[in-house]
């Protein structure tokens, strides 16, 4: 059974920096696309960053150049590094896991969800 768990969501005020995480299990996702979403609350879920196996990345454009994400292809696990986080990235940040090779920028894209973390930024 694949299961993606995510972690390092939290309490931060503006300005501040957090890392999440995400471990797959199950299956390895060496070869396909892992990417991070999110939901405030009453809002859609959007498309925060996307990361291919060879680490070919993209991201919203709203969040370019203050979240970074990477990924452990021996530790099946991808990260969400988020700087300089403002009230307004509070949501529940979600991980997700495509069986495809592309970048993904939509929901349709992604097979496999995270139960989520919570990311509360505090003004």
């Known amino acids: 059974q694949v299961q993606l768990i995510e972690s390092g969501g939290g309490l931060v005020q503006a300005g501040g920096s957090l890392r999440l995480s995400c471990a797959a299990s199950g299956r390895t996702f060496s070869r396909n696309t892992m990417g991070w979403f999110r939901q405030a609350p009453g809002k859609e879920r959007e498309f925060v960053a996307a990361?291919?196996?060879?680490?070919?990345?993209t991201y919203a454009d709203s969040l370019k150049g203050r979240f970074t994400i990477s990924r452990d292809n021996v530790k099946n696990t991808v990260y969400l590094q988020m700087n300089s986080l403002k009230p307004e990235d509070t949501a529940v940040y979600y991980c997700a896991a495509s069986l495809s090779t592309g970048l993904g920028f939509s929901r349709s894209s992604y097979t496999y969800w995270g139960q989520g973390t919570q990311v509360t930024v505090s003004s």
């Open positions: 990361i291919t196996w060879s680490k070919s990345t």
